[in-house]
């Protein structure tokens, strides 16, 4: 849950790229105030069918298997001493160590971020 320490090339919190995703203002807030924001590239958006008891189909999500925490996310929260749930939750079982976040690539603050978002990106033009 906790194995990415940097953000991914496509990592929304990863510096130059909000231009890219200009994610709304209520998508970021729901984000910064999630308990847990998982990588995107760690989750399987696949549903599979399975049989229920009488032979029909039943959808049957799997994103749970193997996802990971956002590593810019958690970077950017750490650094801002605003600890999403699932981070707290894995300091104190010893499962998430923060001092193993890279925070090189991610923006300096939310607010930076939050700015980068807001601002269109000029080589899609």
Do not use: W
Request: charged share 35%.
């Amino acid at each position: 849950m906790f194995k990415l320490t940097r953000p991914c090339s496509d990592c929304p919190f990863r510096k130059g790229s909000g231009e890219t995703f200009r994610l709304q203002p209520d998508r970021l807030d729901e984000i910064f105030e999630a308990v847990a924001f998982q990588c995107h590239k760690t989750v399987d958006y696949g549903v599979e069918e399975e049989e229920d008891e009488n032979g029909d189909p039943v959808p049957v999500d799997r994103s749970g298997d193997h996802p990971q925490q956002c590593a810019g996310l958690m970077s950017l929260l750490y650094r801002e001493h605003r600890e999403n749930q699932i981070m707290q939750v894995g300091e104190r079982l010893g499962g998430f160590d923060p001092s193993k976040l890279d925070h090189s690539d991610v923006y300096d603050s939310i607010e930076a971020a939050r700015a980068a978002h807001r601002k269109r990106d000029r080589s899609k033009r």
